[in-house]
């Protein structure tokens, strides 16, 4: 498992841009297909964006497909989630995952680490 922390949520108003990041300590990210779930108060976690180990293959859920971008930085240490337009209903506390394979999954029981999430909070 790869330690992970999540950090760049806070308030922000309805159209306004958020990057949210994820570090991990003392190793890298490099041989994990990584993702991002979040989750709002009485609701399921849901998946966000991944994107494979290579970098290569990224995948997005349609509520934010157009307004996200996820990547991962060349020293393969940081993972990083763009988010623009941003509406009320992305109101939830956003978490990093990994997993040791080549493929991007969308079913959070597939990830093996997790961070602690960081909240975002979308005012209208």
């Known amino acids: 498992q790869v330690q992970l922390v999540e950090s760049g949520g806070g308030l922000v108003q309805a159209g306004g841009s958020l990057r949210l990041s994820c570090a991990t300590s003392?190793?890298?990210?490099?041989?994990?297909?990584m993702g991002w779930f979040r989750q709002a108060p009485g609701k399921e976690r849901e998946f966000v964006a991944g994107i494979s180990w290579i970098g290569v293959s990224t995948v997005y859920a349609d509520s934010v497909k157009g307004r996200a971008t996820i990547s991962r930085d060349n020293a393969e240490i940081t993972l990083y989630l763009q988010m623009n337009s941003l509406k009320p209903e992305d109101t939830a506390v956003y978490y990093c995952a990994a997993r040791t394979s080549l493929v991007v999954v969308t079913t959070a029981g597939d990830y093996d680490s997790w961070g602690q999430g960081t909240q975002v909070t979308v005012s209208s």
């Open positions: 003392g190793g890298t990210l490099r041989r994990y297909t």
